[in-house]
T-cell receptor, first 117, second 111 residues
Framework: SAVISQKPSRDICQRGTSLTIQCQVD?????MFWYRQQPGQSLTLIAT?????????ESGFVIDKFPISRPNLTFSTLTVSNMSPEDSSIYLC??????????????FGPGTRLLVL | KQEVTQIPAALSVPEGENLVLNCSFT??????LQWFRQDPGKGLTSLLL?????REQTSGRLNASLDKSSGRSTLYIAASQPGDSATYLC??????????FGGGTRVLVKP
């Protein structure tokens, strides 16, 4: 299996500021994703992080608000820009396509808990 | 647009009872369905993945069934233990890479 870590684990931020979340996978994965889990709700896919190119965003999410980088097969960052209280959420990194396991099995990081005041 | 629903939203059972968790999806054209466990502060752990061509998958005390025609999957946990207390999420994967998650069932197993 893959172990995915995220930094920071939690943060409290002021509105109007930006926060960059880091995601590190201990093995190479072909695909990485960023999800949001708002309070009391399930997970919603924000975007697919593509290595060396622009991320693919889901409807309702845009690059200016959630810029994403993926410089290699084990690392990605998500920035939450110009934050408002509505951005308070858990942000989860995910990866799949790990060698030696069923390719569709998806692994998740522990999440970053963000509170915007 | 795929919609995934989990009922009930919460479930409380005494230790030793079998758990039955339900998941329904609106679009039967899925590639697979995954069950996850979410513990507070620990993200999601993949439990079982059922391919669209399969009817069920088993791992230890866990058994998941899939009925594409009726748009349903069921997760059975035999002989529940307090350590099974968590939120259980199902997610359906259609074309592309997007997983559509249900709202989850929060399970409490009382000693």
């Amino acid at each position: 299996s893959a172990v995915i870590s995220q930094k920071p684990s939690r943060d409290i931020c002021q509105r109007g500021t930006s926060l960059t979340i880091q995601c590190q996978v201990d093995s190479q994965v072909t695909m990485m994703f960023w999800y949001r889990q708002q309070p009391g709700q399930s997970l919603t896919l924000i975007a697919t992080a593509n290595q060396g190119s622009e991320a693919t965003y889901e409807s309702g999410f845009v690059i200016d608000k959630f810029p994403i980088s993926r410089p290699n097969l084990t690392f990605s960052t998500l920035t939450v820009s110009n934050m408002s209280p509505e951005d308070s959420s858990i942000y989860l990194c995910s990866g799949k396509g790990l060698a030696g396991v069923p390719q569709e099995t998806q692994y998740f990081g522990p999440g970053t808990r963000l509170l915007v005041l | 647009k795929q919609e995934v629903t989990q009922i009930p939203a919460a479930l409380s059972v005494p230790e030793g009872e079998n758990l039955v968790l339900n998941c329904s999806f609106t679009d039967s054209a899925i590639y697979n369905l995954q069950w996850f466990r979410q513990d507070p502060g620990k993200g999601l752990t993949s439990l079982l993945l059922i391919q669209s061509s399969q009817r069920e998958q088993t791992s230890g005390r866990l058994n998941a069934s899939l009925d594409k025609s009726s748009g349903r999957s069921t997760l059975y946990i035999a002989a529940s233990q307090p350590g099974d207390s968590a939120t259980y999420l199902c997610a359906a994967k259609a074309a592309g890479n997007k997983l559509t998650f249900g709202g989850g069932t929060r399970v409490l197993v009382k000693p």
